[in-house]
């Protein structure tokens, strides 16, 4: 790959950016534990703290095509909540009052982030790399997460992670009822990469301009 003007992102947008992950990693470590950094939304925001310092396009670009759709139906499932209503219920964590007005503060990053990573591959360009590269990330992800992690709960007493990735539905409540857990993890496995990441990598293709190769 070509070597990146280090000033092609402005100096102002890595302060900040560093300057929010300062505030972030401590309080999610104190209050969620390591393990939330196994959430695709995290990975996307260390990626695109060493993306953003390093200039790497591929860094920003593997970020991108893993949230951009995620994200977007993020922040429709939050805006429908504030009407009152539920749509899937994956925000609902945003209206807990056993998390403080900080921490989700903090998570509103969900919905500023993917505009963020856009305006940054406009300075970069997209690296179509990206699309293998994160559908990696997120398979083995989701193995870690469906064999490892807690599973939803209604009995759990605190915030700690459960569900992460959503492997076994999209409540934290309770799994998903409609097939098998392990069908759910395969259609996880095989169906996002259909369903949100290639979108994402096609309209990332069709709309930026291409990375120095």
């Known amino acids: 790959m070509a070597s990146i003007d280090p000033t092609l992102i402005p100096l102002f947008w890595k302060l900040a950016f560093s300057a929010f992950m300062a505030v972030l990693v401590p309080i ?7 393990t939330n950094f196994l959430y695709f ?3 996307a925001l260390l990626l695109t703290l060493a993306g ?3 200039e790497n396009p591929l860094l920003l670009s593997i970020a991108t095509v893993g949230i951009l759709l995620p994200q977007l139906f993020w922040l429709i499932d939050f805006i429908v909540r504030l009407g009152g209503h539920t749509l899937s219920g994956m925000t609902d964590y945003m209206f807990e009052s056993q998390r403080s007005r900080l921490l989700r503060g903090l998570s509103l990053f969900h919905g500023w982030l993917p505009v963020l990573l856009i305006y940054l591959l406009t300075l970069t ?3 179509a790399r990206a699309l293998p590269c994160w559908i990696g990330i997120a398979t083995v992800l989701l193995l870690i997460c469906y064999g490892s992690m807690p599973p939803p709960s209604r009995q759990r007493r605190d915030i700690q992670p459960v569900n992460i990735n959503y492997v076994h539905g999209l409540s934290d409540d309770e799994p998903q009822a409609w097939m098998p857990s392990w069908a759910w993890l395969l ?6 990469p259909l369903l949100l990441y290639w979108p994402a990598h096609w309209l990332l ?3 930026l ?5």
């Open 28 to 34: 999610y470590l104190r209050h969620y534990g390591p």
């Open 41 to 43: 939304c995290d990975v």
């Open 52 to 54: 953003i310092w390093l």
């Open 125 to 127: 360009g997209y690296d």
């Open 187 to 192: 259609f996880t496995i095989l169906g996002w």
């Open 205 to 207: 293709m069709h709309t």
């Open 209 to 213: 301009p291409a990375a120095p190769s």
